[in-house]
């Protein structure tokens, strides 16, 4: 029968040390470890992946593609705004109505381009409202048995634009500040038709929604000068990081007036210095 050799004892002592040592250094690295992440925490706190940045949204309006439809326009924006970052949503014809306006300000729009009709409109006796409010027009035509509420309280009207004969609703900055359901969040608004800053009625109804910024013309303007006039504005506004002044000055003076009169202008002035990126953050 064999017999295994014994183990000294003093064996067994250098081995429990050898094993005392190693759980020592392992604990040592573990708390020196510990310590420099909690160090590295407290003085730089920026986490090492920071989330990403919420996502950013536009939509184009387009109610005058009833009459005037320009899809080349519905392109040049929407590649311009994408590649900006934002997801578009695009509305054109028969969908762009009174009640689509309603919900507007509670679907989280940073940029919003009217590609529409608008104007100061007469009352019944042809003349024009006080105020000289501005209307944007819908795509709905018109309906005497409809939004009776209110047509009786001013709040929408009967328009005609003149490249047709047919009638659609408008609505009026009563119905912006009325109306209209939720909020903007320092939306940028851009309305690429006639009036729009002929006064400020609309405008300052969008900012009392809470819109930061509107940029359209003061007088008439034809449907090919303005949407050329629109994508040189948003390549300067979006890709150019332009202020406000500084790409409205350039794009009018690229373009000129429109040979009816109107001319490229924002509101309100007190924005001039701000970018698009510092409005909507």
Request: hydrophobic residues 40%; contains cysteine; charged residues 20%.
């Amino acid at each position: 029968m064999l017999k295994l050799p014994k183990v000294k004892a003093k064996d067994k002592q250098k081995k429990q040390k050898l094993k005392d040592k190693i759980l020592l250094s392992l604990i040592v690295i573990f708390c020196v470890g510990f310590i420099v992440i909690g160090l590295g925490y407290v003085l730089n706190p920026t986490p090492i992946n920071p989330p990403e940045p919420p996502p950013l949204y536009a939509v184009v309006l387009d109610p005058l593609s009833v009459t005037q439809p320009n899809q080349t326009f519905i392109d040049g924006a929407s590649e311009i705004l994408e590649d900006a970052g934002f997801e578009v949503d695009v509305f054109s014809k028969a969908s762009v109505t009174v009640d689509f306006y309603k919900t507007l300000a509670t679907k989280g729009y940073d940029v919003i381009i009217f590609r529409t009709h608008s104007g100061i409109l007469m009352n019944a006796t042809g003349q024009p409202i006080p105020g000289d409010p501005v209307f944007l027009f819908t795509a709905e035509e018109y309906d005497p048995t409809k939004h009776n509420w209110l047509l009786l309280n001013d709040l929408v009207a009967p328009a005609n634009p003149w490249d047709t004969e047919t009638f659609y609703f408008a609505i009026s900055p009563s119905f912006v500040r009325e109306t209209m359901q939720g909020s903007f969040n320092d939306t940028v608004i851009i309305i690429d038709g006639c009036h729009g800053l002929y006064s400020t009625t609309m405008a300052d109804a969008f900012i009392s929604r809470g819109a930061s910024v509107i940029i359209s013309w003061d007088d008439k303007v034809t449907a090919p000068h303005m949407d050329a006039a629109t994508i040189l504005l948003l390549e300067k506004l979006l890709m150019n990081n332009e202020s406000v002044y500084q790409a409205v000055e350039e794009t009018k003076n690229k373009v000129g007036p429109d040979p009816t009169g109107g001319i490229l202008t924002y509101y309100p002035l007190s924005l001039s210095n701000s970018t698009i990126w510092d409005l909507i953050e």
